[in-house]
């Protein structure tokens, strides 16, 4: 029980990691689209 929850706790501290890059990315891509279109 306490090993599962260990792995649950480090794959939602990835999961976590994979969602701010990709929110870090998709924000790039808007400021760059941004600024293109002015």
């Known amino acids: 029980m306490i090993g ?3 792995t649950l706790k480090a794959f939602n501290e990835t ?3 994979a969602i701010a890059r990709s929110l870090v990315s ?3 891509v808007f ?3 941004f ?3 002015k």
């Open 4 to 6: 599962l929850s260990t």
């Open 15 to 17: 999961e976590k990691m």
């Open 26 to 28: 998709l924000f790039r």
């Open 31 to 33: 400021v760059v689209f």
């Open 35 to 37: 600024i293109f279109k």
